[in-house]
């Protein structure tokens, strides 16, 4: 059964540095999110990506965040200048259509010092 | 302000009894409702949607309920197994102006079953 696949499973950086995290969706599916889960607290959307530009992105989404597909496989996070509070685990997720499930990726737990 | 950590409501059940989980959600334009099951260190995985036309549908060995009244959804789990200990979430979808489509997740609920 095709999956959503992330890398890194782990991250660790240091605060004020840029992190690429990567997400690989379901090979037939057209719309890829990112949402991200502070320990102990729930899942919270960031951003939805179709057709090589953001459709929807939440107050959480700053300057500071930016999404790509670079090539035809590939679903990237970058974060530029990583906070403390930026330490979570980072879904992606994809969908075929918008109104159809999204199915998620195992996610990158990400660690600011 | 924003909460440090929110503490999961609870649901302990005997292996072999059934768990019903409850969701109350806020949007009434939502349309489209979503249980997912996140396993400790795993991404959501979805079990069973809704649609808002419908107030009930079966899978296999769950059951979800949509009670648009009250705007209130559950989720009902048969012969519950050990395997089943996750934290189960509620997610709803809104579309955006846009015609886009977002999901929204409640708080969760976390299931320990009982061998």
């Known amino acids: 059964e095709p999956e959503v696949t992330q890398t890194p499973s782990h991250q660790v950086t240091q605060m004020g540095q840029e992190v690429i995290l990567r997400c690989v969706p379901i090979?037939?599916?057209?719309?890829f999110y990112w949402y991200r889960q502070i320990l102990g607290q729930k899942v919270e959307f960031l951003v939805s990506f179709y057709n090589n530009e953001i459709s929807e992105k939440s107050e959480i989404f700053d300057d500071q965040f930016s999404v790509e597909r670079p090539d035809g496989s590939n679903f990237t996070l970058k974060i530029r200048s990583t906070k403390l509070e930026d330490s979570a685990m980072y879904f992606c997720?994809?969908?075929?259509?918008?109104?159809?499930?999204?199915?998620f990726g195992p996610g990158t737990r990400l660690l600011v010092l | 302000g924003e909460s440090v950590g929110l503490h999961l409501p609870t649901l302990s059940v005997q292996e072999g009894d059934n768990s019903i989980i409850n969701c109350a959600y806020s949007n009434s334009a939502s349309d489209y409702f979503i249980w997912y099951k996140q396993e400790s260190g795993k991404g959501p995985q979805f079990i069973i949607d809704i649609r808002s036309n419908m107030d009930k549908r079966q899978g296999q060995r769950v059951t979800v309920l949509l009670n648009k009244t009250v705007k209130h959804l559950s989720l009902q789990i048969a012969a519950t197994q050990p395997g089943d200990s996750a934290v189960y979430f509620c997610?709803?979808?809104?579309?955006?102006?846009?015609?886009?489509?977002?999901?929204?997740f409640g708080i969760g609920t976390k299931l320990q079953v009982i061998p």
């Open positions: 090979s037939n599916h057209l719309y």
């Open positions: 997610a709803e979808k809104v579309e955006n102006s846009g015609g886009y489509q977002k999901v929204t």
């Open positions: 997720a994809s969908s075929r259509r918008t109104e159809e499930t999204q199915y």
